[in-house]
């Protein structure tokens, strides 16, 4: 079993910045992508930016240009920089890994972390 922890969520005023960390525990595994999503109050929940175990990454364009994921590969984690905030990036992000372990890939989720951003 793997787990997986986000933390560096809060309140920050629009035009801040925060920086989201994705720490996986257990044992035997591999992470290969690793992913966070956002899920904002009534709304369907949405990616945000991926990577991949290389380093390709990919991100929403709401995005673009504001925020960058990175991981750290000997560590397990992974972060999303957030920079520029504005309201609409108000949600609960979840980070999310595909693991392979025993031959098998499985898609793991943590807890969420809120993110709001004041006007």
């Known amino acids: 079993q793997v787990q997986l922890v986000e933390s560096g969520g809060g309140l920050v005023q629009a035009g801040g910045s925060l920086r989201l960390s994705c720490a996986a525990s257990?044992?035997?595994?591999?992470?290969?992508?690793m992913l966070w999503y956002r899920q904002a109050p009534g709304k369907q929940r949405n990616l945000v930016a991926q990577?991949?175990?290389?380093?390709?990454?990919n991100y929403a364009d709401s995005v673009k240009g504001r925020f960058t994921i990175s991981r750290d590969n000997a560590k397990n984690t992974m972060y999303l920089q957030m920079n520029s905030l504005n309201p609409d990036d108000t949600a609960v992000y979840y980070c999310?890994?595909?693991?392979?372990?025993?031959?098998?890939?499985?898609?793991?989720w943590g807890q969420g972390t809120q993110v709001t951003v004041s006007s």
């Open positions: 999310s890994a595909d693991v392979l372990q025993s031959g098998t890939v499985t898609r793991y």
């Open positions: 257990g044992s035997g595994f591999i992470i290969t992508s």
């Open positions: 990577i991949s175990r290389g380093g390709s990454t």
